[in-house]
C-alpha cells in the first residue's frame, strides 16, 4: 500500500520570494511520483513528474522537484513565485504497473501575497 | 482537457435517492477513472475501468458502482445518496504508452447531498 503526506495545509508567502512544498511518501514497491496543480473550480494539472533518471525534476512554470530516495521525500520549489502560482498544490504517487492509480495527498494551498 | 467531458457539473439530491454521473472522453483511452476531492483528503480514487465492462474497486469504493458499456463513457452511481457522499467527483483517463503515461482530470462534478 501507499501513501502520501503533505504536511504543510497552506503556506503562504510573498510575491518573487521562494517556496518549498514539502512531500514525503511511504510504499512497499516502487513508485512513481508527481506533483499537480489545481486553480480553483478547475480539475487538475499535471506540473511535473519523476519516473526514473535524474532525481532534480523540472516541471511547467518554473517549478521544480527533487527526489529524495533514502528520505522517501519529493519536495516541489519554485525560486520566485508570481500572484498567479496561488492555487492548491497536490503530491501524489502511483505503483509502477499499468493501472496507472494515483495516491494523492491531502494538498497545500499556497497562498502568495503583493 | 484530453476530450473529456463530465455530467452534470453540479447536482443537489435528496438522501436515499439513486445518483448517476457521466464521464464522456472522445479519443478512445483504454483506462478511465473516478475520484473523489474532499477537505483535508485530497483526491481518492473510487473506481476504474481498464476497458469496457472492466472496473475495479479503487480505495473509497464502498456505496459506489460503475458501469462502461462503450469506450467512450464510464457511468459512476451512487445507488442510495448518502450526506457523507457530497462531494467532488472527477474523472481522469490516462494517455500515452509505459514512461509517456499522463493522467488528465475533466472539471468535476459538485454533488450535494441533502
Known amino acids: 500500500a501507499q501513501s502520501v503526506t503533505q504536511l504543510d495545509s497552506q503556506v503562504p508567502v510573498f510575491e518573487e520570494a521562494p517556496v518549498e512544498l514539502r512531500c514525503n511518501y511511504s510504499?512497499?514497491?516502487?513508485?512513481?511520483l508527481f506533483w499537480y496543480v489545481q486553480y480553483p473550480n478547475q480539475g487538475l494539472q499535471l506540473l511535473l513528474k519523476?519516473?526514473?533518471?535524474?532525481?532534480l525534476v523540472k516541471g511547467i512554470n518554473g517549478f521544480e522537484a527533487e527526489f529524495n530516495k533514502s528520505q522517501t521525500s519529493f519536495h516541489l520549489r519554485k525560486p520566485s513565485v508570481h500572484i498567479s502560482d496561488t492555487a492548491e498544490y497536490f503530491c501524489?504517487?502511483?505503483?509502477?504497473?499499468?493501472?496507472?492509480?494515483?495516491?494523492f495527498g491531502s494538498g497545500t494551498r499556497l497562498l502568495v501575497r503583493p | 482537457d484530453a476530450g473529456i467531458t463530465q455530467s452534470p457539473r453540479h447536482k443537489v439530491t435528496e438522501t436515499g435517492t439513486p445518483v448517476t454521473l457521466r464521464c464522456h472522453q472522445t479519443?478512445?483511452?483504454?483506462?478511465m477513472y473516478w475520484y473523489r476531492q474532499d477537505p483535508g483528503h485530497g483526491l481518492r480514487l473510487i473506481h476504474y475501468?481498464?476497458?469496457?465492462?472492466?472496473?475495479d474497486k479503487g480505495e473509497v469504493s464502498d456505496g459506489y458502482s460503475v458501469s462502461r458499456s462503450k469506450t467512450e463513457d464510464f457511468l459512476l452511481t451512487l445507488e442510495s445518496a448518502t450526506s457523507s457522499q457530497t462531494s467532488v467527483y472527477f474523472c481522469?483517463?490516462?494517455?500515452?504508452?509505459?514512461?509517456?503515461?499522463?493522467?488528465?482530470f475533466g472539471q468535476g462534478t459538485r454533488l450535494t447531498v441533502v
Open positions: 501524489a504517487v502511483s505503483p509502477m504497473d499499468s493501472s496507472y492509480k494515483l495516491i
Open positions: 510504499s512497499s514497491v516502487s513508485v512513481y
Open positions: 519523476y519516473l526514473s533518471g535524474s532525481t
Open positions: 479519443e478512445n483511452h483504454r483506462y
Open positions: 475501468s481498464y476497458g469496457v465492462k472492466d472496473t
Open positions: 481522469a483517463i490516462t494517455e500515452g504508452t509505459g514512461l509517456n503515461t499522463e493522467a488528465f
